[in-house]
């Protein structure tokens, strides 16, 4: 099998896991498989049944293996799953130089690997720079200074859930792991740098949480988690009209419309319940069910809202941006910009702007896939800080240390050849 440089995007979700491999691009990335399969054993944020969730994913990564064929998916491995454990954290870190110095990309993951050093921390974004104490930049690339202070985002997450999260990629060889911060990646997929920069709510509604991310000056400035979901609003359609999920379902997302005035009162559509017997019901009623449902979880997921801007009184947002399956309802970013008061907008990688990532052009436009493309523009972006071996997390001897060497021994070559083919060998099973 041909090795392929890229990476792997796993984003885990308590509905579905979607995942992409992406080849690396001149400009950026093209995709080349990506899959999505029925999540087991995640729920609100919690791996429930570890087994479960790693079957799950093994399925995933072997529709992407059958769509590459003969290319293996070595390389580099990125996840983000909707983990409440998440937090961030604000703080700078400064670099002197004994003589003026151009700024390079070798500097700037310097700051990174400073700032990066608790064990608490997956992962670092440098945001804003100030060069000699005065000179504030968004890219000090090609600069010449002699002082730097970097303005960095943390992203911190609690050691059992990381360490339950890699567990779940034992035995595969990638050649390291990269965790993301769900909110990020969701908000790099759908928002543009214009709306960062003058202050912008990113809200990801999922199946079963809320993520709610704020940005001011292109920098994340808070995050709120809500065990808040779509299925709430599914649950209330299946109880009051006594049919089953997956039709509750078809009924919120192709007969409903939480907008539900504008829906004509006389208009009908037709239900199986649970004893198999068709009936019409209005669809304005399944509208008003939906629409009680969405506007209190919206309205909790306000109060975040108003958290944040307490903790941050110069932050005056122009609007929100509502990704994730719940931007899929007809009728949310009406309703969402009523309850925030302010002006809402569905997210999708098509209305961010982004032009990096190609392929998978049918799966542009839907929300859901936010956080897959978002992955890879900030890989793309910010590159990865102290990636984890997976190795680490694996129940194979570790191999003894030996100095780094540019060149590729005959034994190196064996090695990854027999890991190329336990991969194929892993992967064939399950497709």
């Known amino acids: 099998m041909a090795k ?26 093209k995709i080349l498989s990506y899959s999505t399969v029925k999540s087991n054993g995640f729920y609100g944020g919690q ?15 072997g529709e992407l293996q059958s769509q590459l064929m003969k290319k293996s998916l070595i390389g580099h491995l990125a996840v983000t799953a909707s983990e409440n454990l998440f937090s961030l954290e ?43 104490g005065e000179r504030k930049v968004i890219n000090p690339i090609s600069m010449t200074t002699s002082k730097i202070s970097a303005d960095v985002v943390r992203v911190k997450m609690d050691q059992l859930p990381k360490n339950e999260l890699m567990n779940l990629f034992q035995g595969y060889p990638f050649d390291s792991i990269n965790i993301m911060h769900p909110g990020l990646v969701a908000s790099e997929g759908v928002l543009t740098e214009n709306e960062k920069n003058r202050g912008i709510i990113c809200l990801d509604f999922g199946y079963s949480t809320f993520k709610l991310t704020a940005y001011m000056d292109g920098m994340p400035i808070g995050y709120k988690f809500m065990q808040l979901g779509i299925e709430k609003i599914v649950k209330d359609i299946a109880t009051i009209f006594k049919v089953s999920y997956p039709e509750a379902e078809r009924l919120l997302f192709y007969h409903s419309s939480l907008d539900y005035e504008k829906i004509n009162e006389n208009e009908m559509v ?18 008003m069910a939906a629409y009680a449902r969405a506007k209190e979880m919206l309205s ?38 009523t309850i925030f008061n302010m002006v809402a907008r569905n997210g999708t990688y098509v209305s961010s702007n982004n032009v990096i990532v190609t392929g998978a052009e049918d799966i542009m436009g839907v929300p859901v896939y936010g956080p897959l493309f978002g992955a890879y523009i900030y890989a793309y972006k910010y590159g990865k800080s102290e990636a984890a071996k997976i190795s680490t997390f694996t129940t194979s001897s ?34």
């Open 90 to 132: 604000l703080s700078k870190v400064n670099k002197d130089y004994s003589r003026p110095e151009v700024i390079s990309n070798a500097q700037i993951q310097e700051i990174r690997s400073e700032a990066v050093k608790s064990q608490d921390t997956v992962d670092v974004i440098p945001v804003r720079y100030t060069l000699d």
């Open 47 to 61: 791996i429930i049944d570890a087994v479960g969730l790693k079957a799950s994913i093994g399925e995933a990564l």
């Open 398 to 431: 570790p191999a003894p240390q030996e100095s780094k060497n540019v060149g590729r021994t005959s034994g190196e070559e064996k090695e990854s050849n027999d890991s190329l083919k336990k991969l194929w060998d892993f992967l064939k099973k399950l497709v």
């Open 4 to 29: 392929v440089g890229g990476i792997t995007v796993v984003d885990i979700g308590s509905y579905n896991i979607k995942a992409a491999f992406g080849e690396k691009a001149a400009d950026g990335f």
């Open 300 to 337: 909790l997921s306000r109060r975040s809202f108003n958290e944040i801007m307490n903790a941050n009184p110069s932050f005056n947002p122009i609007g929100i941006v509502i990704t994730g399956g719940g931007a899929s309802m007809p009728g949310i970013s009406s309703v969402a910009g």
């Open 270 to 287: 037709e239900i199986v319940d649970f004893s198999k017997a068709k009936k019409n019901v209005k669809k304005r009623s399944i509208s």
